[in-house]
């Protein structure tokens, strides 16, 4: 599995997976990675919502929406 963390125009800033990972060097550099970071925040506490809800997948609706 790997997680990416992509700005506005799409580019990958900040990825991570298991055996590697990589943060844009200009990002470090800007202290971008502070919201990098609070991006990943907020992501973990909206898995941890939706890991509460109940499993009702019917049809094509395979995502929850929060």
Do not use: C, Y
Not at 22 to 45: Q, Y
């Amino acid at each position: 599995m790997q997680v990416r963390i992509l700005d506005d125009g799409g580019e990958v800033i900040w990825s991570q997976s298991p055996e590697l990972g990589m943060t844009a060097l200009s990002h470090r550099k800007n202290g971008r990675i502070d919201e990098i970071l609070a991006v990943l925040s907020m992501a973990t506490e909206r898995a941890k919502e939706e890991k509460l809800l109940p499993v009702e997948q019917t049809g094509s609706d395979r995502f929850s929406k929060l």
